[in-house]
């Protein structure tokens, strides 16, 4: 990796860091028999466990380590009554919305058991809602041209396609929240 590249990525971290300081309060909440929550620092190795499996991928460095320090303010974890982790709402700070006041839903995933039983549109909602305090105006996330999942499930939640992105090709949408002045 080159300078450029470290460079680049020490000031994502640095703004990731700086904006999710205290971007919600700690919650938790219990419907049909899973629990949502604010994520911890003990919840980054199932994740990551997790994220490997579904994305075939590790989950991008710099950012794992933003995970690091504000689980409580990024992550939104859903676990079953086991305890098991069954989904995740990742989020962070683009540089291009920071102006909008949006915060950017990056991952989500939904463990093989539980898709299809409309979790990821209850975790969606419930991680939008939390940060619905007067801080952001919105959340957004983008969903690939070709993954109609991602799409719909964003869409129930009360996502809306505002404009199509081309790199990659995808489409934009924004969960509007109340921003206060």
């Known amino acids: 990796m080159d300078f450029h590249h470290l460079s680049h990525d020490f000031k994502l971290w640095q703004l990731n860091m700086q904006l999710s300081k205290h971007a919600r309060a700690p919650f938790e909440r219990v419907e049909d028999g899973i629990t949502y929550r604010?994520?911890?620092?003990?919840?980054?190795?199932?994740?990551?466990?997790?994220?490997?499996?579904?994305?075939?991928?590790?989950?991008?460095?710099?950012?794992?380590?933003?995970?690091?320090?504000?689980?409580?303010?990024?992550?939104?974890?859903?676990?079953?009554?086991?305890?098991?982790?069954?989904?995740?709402?990742?989020?962070?700070?683009?540089?291009?919305?920071?102006?909008?006041?949006l915060i950017h839903e990056i991952y989500i995933a939904i463990t093989p058991d539980f898709q299809g039983k409309g979790l990821a549109v209850k975790l969606r909602r419930i991680a939008a809602q939390s940060y619905d305090h007067g801080r952001f105006a919105g959340m957004s996330t983008l969903a690939k041209v070709d993954d109609i999942k991602a799409l719909r499930t964003a869409q129930r939640a009360g996502f809306a396609i505002t404009k199509f992105s081309a790199k990659p090709p995808a489409h934009y949408l924004l969960y509007p929240l109340t921003k206060r002045q």
């Open 38 to 101: 604010s994520g911890k620092a003990s919840d980054l190795k199932d994740i990551d466990a997790v994220h490997q499996q579904l994305f075939r991928v590790p989950m991008l460095g710099w950012l794992r380590w933003v995970y690091r320090f504000r689980m409580p303010e990024l992550a939104t974890i859903a676990r079953d009554s086991r305890g098991a982790l069954v989904g995740y709402s990742l989020c962070m700070f683009n540089v291009s919305e920071v102006p909008e006041h």
